[in-house]
């Protein structure tokens, strides 16, 4: 995820700015959440825990292929379109 926004944001647009604040939230929920994760892996056993995130992230996923307008999605200037 990391490794790829760089390459996203220069191709979309997007500011350096924009940039390193995505990045800072992706390592701070990573930071804030592995503990979390890793106590519930321990507790009832890494299986159930990746089956879930695997069936989250496909859930989200699909979600964001069917929204119409996502709402950080960067509209084409008018006046240049």
Same mark, same amino acid.
């Given at each position: 995820?990391?490794?790829?926004?760089?390459?996203?944001?220069?191709?979309?647009?997007?500011?350096?700015?924009?940039?390193?604040?995505?990045?800072?939230?992706?390592?701070?929920?990573?930071?804030?959440?592995?503990?979390?994760?890793?106590?519930?892996?321990?507790?009832?056993? &890494?299986? &159930?825990?990746?089956?879930?995130?695997?069936?989250?992230?496909?859930?989200?996923?699909?979600?964001?292929?069917?929204?119409?307008?996502?709402?950080?999605?960067?509209? &084409?200037? &008018?006046?240049?379109?």
């Amino acid at each position: 995820m990391a490794a790829n926004l760089g390459a996203y944001s220069i191709g979309h647009g997007q500011s350096l700015l924009l940039l390193g604040t995505m990045l800072a939230l992706y390592d701070g929920a990573e930071v804030l959440l592995q503990p979390v994760f890793g106590t519930l892996s321990d507790r009832i056993g &890494p299986r &159930p825990v990746l089956l879930g995130g695997l069936t989250a992230f496909a859930l989200f996923s699909a979600a964001f292929v069917l929204a119409r307008d996502p709402a950080w999605r960067p509209r &084409p200037d &008018p006046v240049t379109a």
